[in-house]
């Protein structure tokens, strides 16, 4: 049984595992596709996507094979997609 984590703060690897698959979904691609794809075995996308432990190599493949590339930013760094949050009015 999985605990219950909603009063959680999300980590960044729970963001990333939530992003990989939205992604995979929104291209209605399978885990088996995505993993032929990449050329990684079908359980490292079911890693990914459950925040579990996935290589750096792996992982670049797998963004890759989405169309995406791991890039390193500032943590406080303000991005386009946040400003709906930091802007929100308090109700």
């Known amino acids: 049984m999985r605990k219950n984590h909603t009063d959680l703060p999300i980590s960044n690897v729970e963001r990333l595992a939530e992003s990989l698959r939205a992604t995979r979904r929104a291209r209605k691609l399978t885990q088996q596709a995505l993993a032929d794809r990449a050329g ?3 359980r ?3 890693n990914a996507e459950r925040a579990g432990n996935v290589g750096i190599r792996e992982l ?4 890759n094979a989405l169309g995406y590339e791991v890039v ?3 943590m406080d760094t303000v991005i386009l997609e946040d400003l709906n949050d930091i802007f ?4």
């Open 40 to 42: 990684v075995a079908r």
């Open 44 to 46: 490292t996308i079911t």
């Open 60 to 63: 670049c493949r797998l963004v």
């Open 72 to 74: 390193l930013r500032p």
């Open 88 to 91: 929100r009015d308090d109700e």
